[in-house]
């Protein structure tokens, strides 16, 4: 297992710990604990972007085809999106290892 | 010329809050700080100070809304009491780590159960590692200084930190003294505009308050520690330039008569008073009897204390909060661990006396001071004792 030593000094650190930065939680990868992931059937779809509203991680983005797909290092796999899905097009497929 | 007059403890601190031209006031009453706020909403309904009085449904809500405010470069007040103290907990821990000079008035109170809408110091002493600067009044005059010096040392960039200021509930917030309030002119002067190094600016946005995770939240506590007790220097130089200002001069630490003393007393906030009078009453009966009072509680004032008490033979701490299955009450314990090992140092015998109300009278400083003489010969079972706590 990993050491979570410190990545930052006490003297080095932000003001407050404030992070001065906007928009920097892009640069956060979050999914890596994900333990089940949404995949779309294109056969069902209907492109009605019901998944890319609901999403409460906004990880969906329209491919060029107008196709909605996660992106798997933001997605938790929280399952909301296969929840809503009016065609029942998205299914949550348990992540291996 | 500021005047001397008449006039009711709280009445006075909400004056200072106007004089120290508050600009948002999120409160929410509570006996028995409740004079404090309810005059601060009159000045501003009536004009006489141009702030946001916000009367919030909690003091939980008053805590938020005073984050809120300060993150957004508004210079902030409010002021509290017991319950309404700890209904804030959870939000007052955040100030300080993000660095937010917001200034609370505690009027210090016992908790429940049972109720009691008294004076101890349980209320803050519950609150210690908050993390804000906190300093403890003797008398009404005092209360009003350390409000302003407050406002001055919270903002001052090198600090940035909170600060409450306590006063003890009903024995000063409802007692009419002879204050003298300062002139405009002065504070302003001494109270420079709120100019924060980082605010709430849709212009230019940051974030402050994120996740710490565990390979950042050690550093940032670090951070937080070092800072506050560098605030020392701080508060010690608005200290100085306050006695400049307004001729009257405050120390992290006061002695009376505690020249070659070798007993002395050690208090916080307005039984003081009543111990000078009792050390008086011991010296001009040929006791060796003086008195050490805390003014800084946090950043506790380690080398201030050990100049002002470390030649007395024995130290009598009184606690005004009995903290249930502790070795001893916070003042003592803060003391033993200042004096540890240190040879030559003061014995240390702890009292808790004066809660809930219960009066410490100059008989009860004299008990202490026969007692802690004493032990000083035999040492006691118990790390501290209820003085005044009736058996039967």
Known sequence: MAVNDAIVGWKTITWGCHVLEPGNSAEFRTGDWRSQRPVVDKEKCIKCGMCWIFCPDMAYSQDDEGYYEADMEYCKGCGICAHECPKDAISMVAEEG | ?392
């Not at chain 2, 700080?33 to 006489?48: C, D, P, R, W, Y």
């Not at chain 2, 005092?142 to 919270?154: G, I, K, S, W, Y």
């Not at chain 2, 605010?199 to 550093?219: A, F, S």
Request: glycine share 6%.
């Open chain 2, 1 to 392: 010329m500021a005047k001397r007059v008449g006039v009711e403890v709280s009445i006075a601190i909400a004056e200072a809050v106007k004089l120290a031209k508050a600009e948002v006031i999120p409160a929410y009453p509570i006996t028995p700080q409740t004079h404090i706020v309810e005059h601060l909403s009159e000045v501003v309904a009536n004009g006489e100070l141009d702030a946001e009085f916000i009367p919030v449904e909690s003091e939980h809500a008053a805590m938020s809304a005073c984050c809120g405010s300060s993150a957004a470069g508004a210079r902030t007040f409010t002021s509290s009491s017991s319950q309404g103290l700890s209904l804030m907990s959870e939000v007052l821990y955040i100030p300080p780590a993000m660095r937010l000079p917001i200034v609370n008035v505690v009027a210090n109170r016992a908790m429940s159960a049972p109720i009691s809408i008294w004076n101890d110091h349980q209320d803050i002493m519950v609150q210690r590692d908050i993390g804000w600067i906190q300093t403890f009044a003797e008398n009404g005059q005092e209360a009003v200084d350390l409000t302003l010096h407050a406002f001055r040392v919270a903002e001052d960039r090198r600090v940035s930190l909170p600060i409450i200021v306590n006063i003890d509930g009903f024995t000063l917030s409802h007692v009419i003294e002879p204050i003298e309030l300062p002139d405009q002119e002065d504070v302003d002067a001494y109270i420079p505009p709120f100019k924060p190094k980082y605010k709430l600016d849709p212009r230019k946005p940051i974030t402050m308050g994120p996740v710490g995770i565990p390979e950042v939240y050690t550093e940032a506590k670090m951070l937080q520690d070092q800072v506050i007790k560098n605030s020392k220097k701080v508060i010690l130089k608005a200290w100085k330039e306050f006695a400049e200002q307004f001729g009257r001069e405050y120390n992290p630490v006061e002695t009376y008569r505690t020249e070659d003393a070798e007993i002395m007393l050690v208090t916080m906030g307005s039984i003081s008073e009543t111990a000078m009078t009792a050390v008086d009453k011991m010296r001009d009966a040929g006791k060796s009897v003086g008195l050490v009072r805390i003014r800084l509680w946090r950043p506790f004032p380690g080398p201030e204390f050990r100049k002002a008490a470390g030649k007395a033979k024995v130290l009598a701490v009184i606690d005004r909060t009995l903290p249930p299955g502790a070795l001893c009450g916070p003042v003592g314990a803060e003391l033993r661990s200042l004096f540890y090992k240190i040879p030559g140092s003061p014995k240390i015998f702890s009292f808790v006396a004066g809660l809930g109300g219960r009066d410490v009278t100059v008989a009860r400083f004299e008990e202490i001071v026969e007692k802690a003489t004493g032990y000083a010969k035999k040492r006691p079972k118990e790390l501290y004792e209820v003085i005044g706590v009736r058996e039967k």
